[in-house]
Every structure is written in structure tokens, then in C-alpha cells.
């Protein structure tokens, strides 16, 4: 049997809307209730759900390996570890020419050591940058270790006569020139130009001990690079 809208007009079979006034003929069926999804704690507890996984994806720290540093805690420990190696051999008595290539080889061997340590704890293959980088940090942590033991040499003068009468006396047997013993002695008159002289020295010293570490590293990373 033929359906009629109020209009008057005949309707097709499943006739949504009137095809001449355009009334709906049936309301939509309403949308399938679920308890569970529309009840409000449920949907408070969703909220907080997707928060913590907000949170989560923000705090989530990015992966790779960390970056040579002061701040990376296995870089300083093989640093260290590698500094107090080569400060015990450094304190080897070997004097002359010998002696002096001895001391290269073991800075330059300095930052070996910490490169190898680092890789052998970590897993990581560093790059020649990094591991520059790591024989920087076991420089600056032997260099360090010197100035403590450099300021417990000058305490001990102190209560000898002094670190200059010290050095005046190391000049004096010396084998150094006449001339360039008369002009040390000289500046050691003076507080200011011996400050300045020990500021110098200090500073000479740092990029001796620094300089062969960072290309001992560099040249370790290489190696374990190719292997």
C-alpha cells in the first residue's frame, strides 16, 4: 500500500522526505547508547588518560648516544680513570731527551686510554670529534690533578724559604746560561713579574698536557672507527 504525506503527495517506498513540500517522514533512529563510554567519570579518566600520554611523548628524552661532555658521567669516569694512568707514569724519574719523549708518548697515550675505556663501557664507536673531545676532558682532569700536587710542592717550599729561594736555588745548579740565570733571578725580584711568570707557566703547561691528549683521542677514535 502506497504511503501519503500530509501534503497530499504519494511517497515511494522508504521515502525519506516528502518529494514535493519536503517534511521528513520519519526521524532518524537515535544514535546506540553505551553506558560505560558516556558516563562522566569514564570521560574524565579518558581526559586524564590522553594528559599522561601528553606528557609522556613531551618528557620522553631523545634517543641516541650522549654527547661527549662534562656532563656525561661515563665520558668523565674513563677520563679520570685515564688521567690518574698517565699521572703515575709520568711521575717515572727518567730525565734527558729520553725522558722528554717518554712523557709525549704517555699524554698522547692519555687520550687513548680514555677513548678505549669509554668504548669498552659503552658499546659506542666515537668520531674523531668526540673523541677529541674526551681527550680534552682527560687533559683538563690530569691538569687537575698537577695543580694539586704543584700546590702542595709550593706549601712545602713556603716552610723551606719560600718557593723563589726555591727556584734560585734550582738555577744556581743548573746548567743554564749565566745571562738568562741573571735575568730570572731578576724577575723573581719583583712579586708582580713573578706572578706573571707562574700565570705563564701555568698556562704553558695546560696546552702541553691538553694538546697530545685531544689528538691521542682523536687518532683512538679513528682506529676503533675502521675496526
Known amino acids: 500500500m502506497a504511503d501519503f504525506c500530509t ?7 522508504g521515502a525519506r522526505f516528502c518529494h514535493r513540500c519536503g517534511k521528513p517522514q520519519f526521524a532518524d533512529p537515535p544514535p546506540e547508547f553505551n553506558p560505560e563510554f ?6 574524565e579518566h579518558s581526559g586524564d588518560d590522553l594528559r599522561a600520554l601528553a606528557t609522556e611523548a613531551q618528557a620522553a628524552p631523545a634517543t641516541g648516544p650522549a654527547p661527549i661532555s662534562f656532563h656525561n658521567a661515563n665520558a668523565v669516569r674513563a677520563g679520570f680513570v685515564a688521567a690518574i694512568i698517565i699521572w703515575l707514569l709520568m711521575i717515572i724519574p727518567i730525565g734527558g731527551v729520553a725522558g722528554m719523549f717518554l712523557k709525549l708518548f704517555v699524554l698522547l697515550g692519555g687520550g687513548s686510554l680514555a677513548v678505549f675505556f ?3 663501557r659503552t658499546g659506542q664507536v666515537l668520531s674523531v670529534s668526540a673523541g677529541a673531545r674526551l681527550g680534552w676532558i682527560t687533559g683538563v682532569l690530569f691538569y687537575v690533578i698537577w695543580i694539586l700536587f704543584f700546590t ?7 716552610d723551606q724559604g719560600g718557593i723563589i729561594e726555591a727556584y ?13 740565570v741573571k735575568q730570572l733571578t ?12 707562574i ?4 698556562a704553558m ?3 702541553a698536557f691538553t694538546l697530545p691528549m685531544i689528538l691521542g683521542g682523536a687518532v683512538a677514535a679513528k682506529a676503533l672507527e675502521h675496526d
Do not use: W
Not at 38 to 43: E, K
Not at 168 to 180: G, I
Not at 199 to 202: F, I
Open 7 to 13: 501534503c497530499g503527495a504519494e511517497l515511494p517506498s
Open 38 to 43: 558516556q558516563h562522566p567519570s569514564n570521560l
Open 118 to 120: 669509554y668504548s669498552k
Open 152 to 158: 702542595v710542592t709550593i706549601i712545602v717550599l713556603q
Open 168 to 180: 734560585r736555588k734550582q738555577l744556581q745548579e743548573s746548567n743554564a746560561p749565566a745571562d738568562t
Open 186 to 197: 731578576e724577575i723573581m725580584q719583583s712579586p708582580e713579574a713573578f706572578g706573571a711568570l
Open 199 to 202: 700565570v705563564m707557566m701555568l
Open 205 to 207: 703547561v695546560f696546552v
